[in-house]
């Protein structure tokens, strides 16, 4: 038991039953625990400097109620400042307990969220009716859904584990897992910076984004859109690096590329006799491919990496990092 984090979240108004599903304790002992150590609701003095933490506790979900008992102003407000952030929670939103971070991609200014965003752009579903952001994978890469759920601070049990039966291929079954959660907030959000829906033959390459995070950026596409194969290629095992999306996000990720290093980028229209936006970019030679997957991963963590693509990554390093040709 986390004391220090339970008198914390009590005295920031939390509500026990919101706590133990949160923390993933038993509400009946939390009770006991709270009122043993007279944890309880902690008065504040407020002044405008506070808006921004007041409104992020409403956003984790904490009430308006609660808020405003604390720092002594009326529900009211907290309520209009929630709803200029598009957060502000309806009578059905008060009893729900997935809430997370929807403001979390507000300001796109770090590796962490750069990362996120080249994922979304990628594998992620935007629904502008529903306002929800979702995105499956395939079983193997569950762990990645997990680190999105971290990211999003959304409790890891909103993930869901399902079985597709392939329609084409009788018996043949597919395991995945994902995650949805609903906010129009984050919605209108994702919309403005580029993730829409039905983006797939319409997407742009964000040049808005400050090139320093173009790296990051480029990683979570590639992650989400992107494949780095092994082949034979006669009596010679051969890696195959590309990422395929619209005309625009390719070209911009290939003249950046090579922007960066003196290499070969080949860029390949997919059935040009249809009036298809889907294009893929290719990189072929072990040792030019080295390169960018060095460049692509310097700057990760296991945050910010889809595991097995980064092991992939790691054989090629095993297999060729030494040579000289």
Known sequence: ???????????????????????????????????????????????????EH?????NKGVSA????????????????????????????????????NQCVFDEIN???????LGFAYADAYVNMDLYSFSFGLARKDRDQVEKLVKFLELDIKNIWDEEIVDKETVGKIHLTSGVRVY?????????????????????????WLDKSLYRAFIRGFFDGDGSLKLYHDGNYLQYGFNICSTKDVIINISNYIKEIFNIAVSICHHSPDINKNTYSLYISGNQQILKVMRWLYENSDNNTRLTRKYNRYLELENKYGNSKN
């Open 110 to 116: 770090t590796n962490e969220k750069a990362y996120w």
């Open 1 to 51: 038991m986390n004391l220090p984090l339970l008198q914390e979240m009590t005295e920031n108004g939390f509500a026990i039953k919101r706590i133990a599903k949160l923390l993933n304790y038993n509400e009946i002992e939390l009770k006991t625990i709270v009122a043993e150590n007279k944890f309880c609701l902690k008065k504040e003095a407020f002044d405008d400097s506070k808006i």
């Open 54 to 58: 007041i409104v992020n506790l409403y």
């Open 183 to 207: 906010s129009k907030h984050l919605c209108i959000i994702l919309n403005r910076l580029g993730c829409k829906q039905a983006k797939s033959l319409i997407l742009e390459f964000p040049q």
């Open 65 to 100: 109620k609660q808020l405003g008992i604390k720092y002594s102003i009326d529900k009211r407000r907290i309520q209009k400042w929630a709803e200029q952030k598009g957060i502000l929670r309806t009578k059905n939103d008060s009893h729900r307990f997935n809430f997370f």
